[in-house]
């Protein structure tokens, strides 16, 4: 079936600094793929999705784009702040668009 | 215009009993989906309602059952309940059952003993 697979953390890095977190998925078909976030004890937000093969996501200064023949979608963002620290969920819509398909998570921690 | 509710915030229940989560979707969406979040996972799809009827269902056995109502409001049910049930619920609203403009409440922490 359909997955999704996310680097693993938590993913430490200073304010500033660059992020990627790595995505790659498998799926049948043309799905969306989306980055969700989770900040602590909340639900999740959408932070950007693509639709369709080279397509660029992009919200808050996060990037990722919909690469279909590496099936990647990692985020970027090019100078992180304390207030990125939350857990990334990198997803793609699935069964006729009905329901996404999540991978594992990844904690970012951002330090001062 | 409101987002998406859920109640309870947090619920404590022991083994073999019953719960009933609830879900109010975001002002104009007819579609409610829901999930289960484990500790350390990512969210798990458990079914779809669309209009108040089932719209699709994930890998979750039969005592996972759910509701929707005419203002759209959702509930899910869990019947005989088992430790590995211990998740973060979480309800998520569109429009016409697709995902690609879907919103998520703040979920129901269910902790089973």
């Known amino acids: 079936g359909n997955s999704v697979t996310q680097m693993e953390g938590p993913v430490t890095l200073s304010e500033e600094a660059f992020l990627t977190i790595n995505c790659t998925y498998t799926?049948?078909?043309?799905?969306?793929l989306f980055w969700y976030v989770q900040y602590p004890g909340e639900g999740l937000q959408l932070l950007l999705k693509?639709?369709?093969?080279?397509d660029k996501g992009s919200n808050k200064g996060f990037e990722a784009t919909y690469r279909k023949e590496t099936t990647s979608f990692h985020l970027e963002k090019g100078s992180v702040q304390v207030s990125d620290s939350a857990v990334y969920f990198c997803?793609?819509?699935?069964?006729?668009?009905?329901?996404?398909?999540f991978g594992t998570g990844t904690r970012l921690l951002v330090s001062p | 215009e409101t987002g998406v509710t859920q109640s309870p915030t947090h619920l404590i229940k022991t083994r073999g009993q019953q719960v009933t989560l609830r879900c109010s979707s975001q002002?104009?969406?007819?579609?409610v989906s829901w999930y289960q979040q484990a500790l350390g996972q990512g969210p798990q799809f458990i079914f779809q309602?669309?209009?108040?009827?089932?719209?699709g269902r994930g890998n979750f056995p039969p005592r996972f059952s759910g509701l929707q109502f005419p203002n759209y409001s959702s509930e899910l049910n869990v019947n005989a309940l088992e430790l590995d049930d211990s998740a973060l619920y979480l309800c998520?609203?569109?429009?016409?059952?697709?995902?690609?403009?879907?919103?998520f409440g703040p979920g129901t922490r269910l902790t089973v003993l």
């Open positions: 998520a609203s569109s429009t016409s059952g697709s995902v690609d403009e879907q919103f």
């Open positions: 799926a049948t078909g043309y799905p969306s």
């Open positions: 693509a639709t369709k093969a080279d």
């Open positions: 997803a793609l819509s699935d069964q006729g668009f009905q329901k996404l398909v």
């Open positions: 002002s104009g969406h007819n579609t």
């Open positions: 309602y669309y209009r108040e009827e089932e719209n």
